[in-house]
């Protein structure tokens, strides 16, 4: 891989609200074409506490699996 750009990107997220991020563009140099981008927040700053209350937040709104039995099938639930 090698850098190829950087900068700073704005997001508006519907709960959480703005989030700034510096990203770095990185080339993947076994696939032409290719990049992997990088987003960080600056430790301590507002968009880290953003990122932290939607990760929360996502991490309450996990919908559950149902249980399942030995063949892996969803048990059935008793009226």
Known sequence: MRTHGSG????RHPVVGEVELAYEELAVTDEPGRVMLVHTAE???T???RLRL???WAASQQVPRPARGVTGRPLSRVA
């Not at 700073?8 to 997001?11: A, E, I, P, Q, S």
């Open 54 to 56: 939607l990760a929360s």
């Open 47 to 49: 968009s880290a506490e």
């Open 43 to 45: 430790p301590s700053s």
């Open 8 to 11: 700073t990107k704005r997001f």
